[in-house]
């Protein structure tokens, strides 16, 4: 495999765990508020960026690169509202996106059509999570400081995000 892409394949592997563990941060403090709803979607968005993660590892190793387990920064922590804590999800599946765009252009540029192929998976994961992001950071931004309907949202979280995540 190209030395460069081996490199944007290993720092999207942090990038998928830094995702990971940002999520699990962000299901923790709303476990401790109380959103057992919003917790259980990060709980499960955390497993899924592991996910992406693992399948990275693996397909490097299937390459026979070298596969670096990388250290990672402390996640945010603490949210001022649930706005927040929907901005960060957003700003960070952006922040994603445009990584894996950035490996799908070194790709075609390095004729690598074999990883290019692999990574077509991720932007269509990437096109969905975008989505759910959006949809749920508009539906808090109607429901404002509305506690009741920071409860609806808690108890819906799941049916919303299907029904964003749904096919056209
Ligand atoms: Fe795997 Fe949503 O980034």
Redesign the pocket.
Same mark, same amino acid.
């Given at each position: 495999m190209n030395k460069s892409i081996e490199k944007l394949l290993n720092d999207q592997v942090k990038?998928?765990a830094t995702?990971s563990m940002q999520y699990l941060s962000m299901a923790s403090w709303a476990d401790a508020k109380g959103y057992n709803g919003i917790a259980e979607f990060f709980y499960a968005?955390s497993e899924? $960026?592991r996910v992406?993660?693992t399948k990275l590892v693996k397909f490097i190793n299937e390459r026979s690169g070298t596969v670096i387990v990388p250290a990672l920064d402390k996640p945010k922590a603490d949210f001022k509202s649930l706005s927040e804590l929907f901005e960060t999800f957003l700003s960070?599946?952006v922040f994603?996106?445009e990584k894996i765009n950035h490996i799908i252009f070194e790709c075609l540029q390095k004729k690598d059509y074999n990883v290019h192929n692999f990574m077509q998976w991720?932007v269509t994961?990437?096109l969905e $999570?975008e989505a759910v992001a959006r949809t749920l950071l508009d539906k808090l931004n109607i429901i404002g400081n509305d506690k009741s309907g920071h409860y609806l949202f808690d108890r819906d979280i799941n049916t919303i995000a299907t029904e964003a995540d749904a096919p056209e």
């Open positions: 990038y998928e995702a968005q899924e $960026e992406h993660m960070s599946e994603v996106t991720y994961e990437q $999570e």
